[in-house]
């Protein structure tokens, strides 16, 4: 990919070349992208992903049962960033395109339905919606996900109730489709066990409609509020939230608390955080090898002592 002539595709695009990625995740980790590309519309998003995938010279999977159906892989020539706020991001960076969807646009559609960005903040869509007086979405406060990395992860909030609930369809982008065009929600299997993703994992959500409720301001704002006010007592957003899996049955926060006697463990600047065990915290100037080494310090004292403890964040980049 040739740098000059992508900034000359796109003269209106911040385009970077080895431009650190740090910034763009919550957790304030990661080293340098190859080349990053800022999105702010979804129209720019599909344009820059389709250019990408036509003019990328792709060398042939190894695997010909991948090679069959997959030209493109997400995540080893051009990686989604959303908000960021679930990857760990690697301290070399990311090689090949990173694209940061900032696409935020919000339409109002009749029947209590709207349009939403994948680049849409959930913090801006709950207050967008509690403003227009549409409710639903509440529960999931204090989460800072772009709508793209709900729907990728199926986000559940605290009444238990998955991201999916709310979807009406969502239009994504099949980079190995060769006529790029939108999908709407029943054409894709969805299934969002993270094993089992992976079939899915070449589409790129481009935008999605949900269906909230009718709703009155002050009562949204309040249960918001009081979320947020309870949240903010055991977690904080130097974090990826939740880095373990809970086995079935059992809580990871749990058991690093209570089995492993591990709250406020640290290495550099990376702590499991001393109010919530599942929270892995950058304190300072963390690196991503540290907080792999907290990962692994936890998945080995947890195994030791028989339970399995997979982490549900992504790592992006060579670990
Ligand atoms: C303080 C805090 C609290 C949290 N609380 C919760 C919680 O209560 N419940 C919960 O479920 N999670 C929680 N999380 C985790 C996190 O916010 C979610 O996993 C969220 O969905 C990640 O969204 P993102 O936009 O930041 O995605 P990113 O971290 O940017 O990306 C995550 C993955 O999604 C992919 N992706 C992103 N956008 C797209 C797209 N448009 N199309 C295709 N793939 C895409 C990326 O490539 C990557 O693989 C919390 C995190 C923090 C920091």
């Given at each position: 990919?040739?740098?000059?002539?992508?900034?000359s595709?796109f003269?209106?695009?911040e385009i970077?070349?080895?431009?650190l990625?740090?910034?763009?995740?919550?957790?304030?980790i990661?080293g340098?992208?190859?080349?990053f590309?800022?999105t702010?519309?979804?129209?720019?998003?599909v344009n820059?992903l389709k250019?990408?995938?036509?003019?990328i010279?792709?060398?042939a999977?190894?695997?010909?049962?991948?090679?069959?159906?997959?030209?493109?892989?997400?995540?080893?020539?051009?990686t989604?960033l959303?908000n960021?706020?679930?990857?760990?991001?690697?301290d070399?960076?990311?090689?090949?395109?990173?694209?940061?969807?900032?696409a935020?646009?919000?339409e109002?559609?009749?029947?209590?339905q709207?349009?939403?960005?994948s680049?849409v903040l959930?913090?801006?869509l709950?207050q967008?919606?509690?403003?227009?007086?549409?409710?639903?979405?509440?529960?999931?406060?204090?989460?800072?996900?772009?709508v793209?990395?709900?729907?990728?992860?199926?986000?559940h909030?605290?009444?238990?109730?998955?991201?999916?609930?709310?979807?009406?369809?969502?239009e994504?982008l099949?980079?190995?489709?060769?006529?790029?065009?939108?999908?709407?929600?029943?054409?894709?299997?969805?299934d969002?066990?993270?094993s089992?993703f992976?079939?899915?994992?070449?589409?790129?959500?481009?935008?999605?409609t949900l269906?909230?409720?009718p709703g009155?301001?002050?009562n949204?704002?309040?249960i918001?509020?009081?979320?947020?006010?309870?949240?903010?007592?055991t977690?904080s957003?130097n974090?990826?939230?939740?880095?373990?899996?809970?086995?079935?049955?059992?809580?990871a926060?749990?058991?690093?608390?209570?089995?492993?006697?591990?709250?406020?463990?640290?290495?550099?600047?990376?702590q499991?955080s001393?109010?919530?065990?599942?929270?892995?915290?950058?304190?300072?100037n963390?690196?991503a090898?540290?907080?792999?080494?907290?990962?692994?310090k936890v998945?080995?004292e947890?195994k030791?002592?028989g339970?399995?403890l997979?982490?549900?964040?992504?790592?992006?980049g060579?670990?």
């Open positions: 990919m040739n740098f000059d002539t992508l900034k595709q003269p209106d695009l970077y070349q080895n431009h990625l740090a910034p763009y995740t919550t957790l304030n990661g340098p992208a190859d080349i590309i800022n702010k519309t979804s129209t720019e998003f820059v250019y990408l995938s036509e003019t010279n792709f060398s999977h190894s695997d010909p049962k991948v090679a069959s159906t997959a030209k493109i892989e997400l995540s080893s020539d051009i989604i959303g960021g706020s679930n990857v760990l991001i690697s070399s960076g990311i090689r090949g395109i990173v694209v940061k969807n900032s935020n646009n919000i109002f559609l009749p029947n209590n709207i349009k939403v960005d680049g959930l913090p801006r709950l967008v919606t509690t403003d227009h007086s549409l409710s639903g979405l509440e529960e999931f406060a204090y989460i800072p996900a772009s793209g990395g709900a729907i990728f992860g199926n986000i909030g605290v009444n238990k109730n998955n991201f999916d609930k709310f979807i009406v369809s969502v994504a099949d980079l190995n489709d060769v006529n790029y065009k939108l999908m709407n929600h029943s054409d894709i299997q969805w969002y066990d993270y089992s992976q079939p899915n994992r070449n589409l790129i959500i481009v935008s999605a269906q909230l409720s009155v301001p002050e949204s704002q309040k918001i509020n009081d979320i947020v006010t309870q949240k903010t007592t977690q957003m974090s990826v939230g939740c880095v373990f899996k809970n086995p079935p049955g059992d809580s926060g749990r058991i690093i608390d209570q089995e492993l006697n591990l709250k406020g463990f640290q290495i550099g600047d990376v499991i001393p109010k919530h065990a599942n929270f892995i915290l950058n304190i300072g963390a690196t090898s540290d907080y792999l080494s907290v990962i692994k998945q080995s947890a030791s002592k339970f399995l997979e982490p549900e964040i992504k790592f992006l060579e670990f």
